[in-house]
């Protein structure tokens, strides 16, 4: 998916969001999916730190800027500075950690105030028996919310291409509408400037 002879549209910018519980895996997935070796033990992260992707799928290039955020609550104010340029925000969570669970059921309701639900991406890294391991709580808060989970695993190397694949789908959709129907943005901001 990333590699392709012909490019047929201008390559278009996009944050990805990586926010989620602190160990939850947030930097090892982001590592990952640049093909990074991971670090051999867990050095929280210190804020929040950028990575660029340049990748190319279905013909268009697209330029993602990965944007992981620490899980630590002394950096929680930043969070709404990031999400407001996000393009996807992806709320991580452990399936061996309940905590997790409950954080990412709050951040989603924080998100949504930012970005729209269509755009908020579920993963559970440390996916082992994933049915088993997720608790009956998260469960029914996905099916009221109608979200579908994305299991991953980077210790077992499985789902990256499926996380991408989505990633992919959900910018590529917004791209379409901007092209589609430009006017959509410069009426929403005419409106939010009244
Ligand atoms: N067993 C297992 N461990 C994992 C997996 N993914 C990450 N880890 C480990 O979990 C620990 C925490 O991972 P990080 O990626 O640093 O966690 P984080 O979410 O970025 O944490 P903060 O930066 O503090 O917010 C590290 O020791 C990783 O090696 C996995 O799939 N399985
Ligand atoms: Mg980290």
């Known amino acids: 998916m990333s590699s392709s002879s012909s490019v047929t549209s201008l390559a278009t910018f996009y944050r990805i969001v990586f926010l989620g519980m602190s160990g939850v895996g947030k930097t090892s997935i982001v590592q990952w999916i640049l ?5 051999n033990e867990y050095i929280p ?3 929040v730190n950028f990575y660029n992707l340049d990748t190319v799928a279905y013909d268009n290039q697209y330029y993602l800027q990965l944007c992981d955020v620490s899980g630590n609550e002394i950096y929680s104010n930043l969070i709404s500075t990031f999400l407001k340029a996000a393009s996807v925000t992806i709320l991580v969570f452990d399936y061996q950690n309940k905590d997790s669970q409950l954080e990412i059921q709050r951040l989603y309701s924080t998100v949504s105030e930012y970005i729209s639900p269509t755009k908020i991406l ?11 391991s997720a608790t009956k709580t998260l469960a029914s808060w996905t099916k ?5 989970i994305f299991p991953v695993s980077v210790q077992e190397n499985t789902g ?11 910018i590529s959709d917004s791209s379409t509408l901007k092209a589609l129907f430009p006017s959509i943005d410069r009426n929403s901001k005419s409106r939010s400037n009244k």
């Open 35 to 39: 093909n990074l070796s991971p670090p």
């Open 45 to 47: 992260t210190i804020g």
């Open 122 to 132: 579920i993963v559970g890294n440390n996916a082992k028996d994933e049915k088993k």
């Open 144 to 148: 009221t919310h109608n979200l579908v």
């Open 160 to 170: 990256k291409s499926r996380l991408i694949q989505e990633i992919i789908r959900i």
